[in-house]
Nanobody, 120 residues
């Protein structure tokens, strides 16, 4: 069992930046960030596996995922924020490596989420 706790969410004007953090009880090789807006499916935002990073097209070039295994922490640096980035952001760990990193079914463990709200 991996426990995940996200932090760093908040309210921000469009064009601003936020850095999300995820503290893990155990740092796994595959970890990811997802988000879910009201009335929408949970979608994969970014993932990292032994330093190799992956991004959804909607955040590529604006968001950066990184991890620190010594601190057992995962980060998401979000720049040039847009109103459409407004969502609850979740940290995920424990990939099943079956459906692809951006599919929520691939992940065993989830944090409770941190809210990001971007106003225009």
């Amino acid at each position: 069992q991996v426990e995940l706790v996200e932090s760093g969410g908040g309210s921000m004007q469009a064009g601003g930046s936020l850095r999300l953090s995820c503290a893990a009880s155990f740092f796994t090789s595959w970890m990811a960030w997802f988000r879910q807006a009201p009335g929408k499916e949970r979608e994969g935002v970014a993932a990292i596996n032994y330093g190799q990073t992956y991004y959804s097209d909607s955040v590529k070039g604006r968001f950066t995922i990184s991890g620190d295994s010594n601190k057992k922490s995962l980060y998401l640096q979000m720049n040039s924020l847009k109103p459409e980035d407004t969502a609850m952001y979740y940290c995920a760990a424990g990939s099943r490596a079956l459906y692809g990193w951006s599919d929520r079914r691939d992940w065993r463990y989830w944090g409770q989420g941190t809210q990001v709200t971007v106003s225009s």
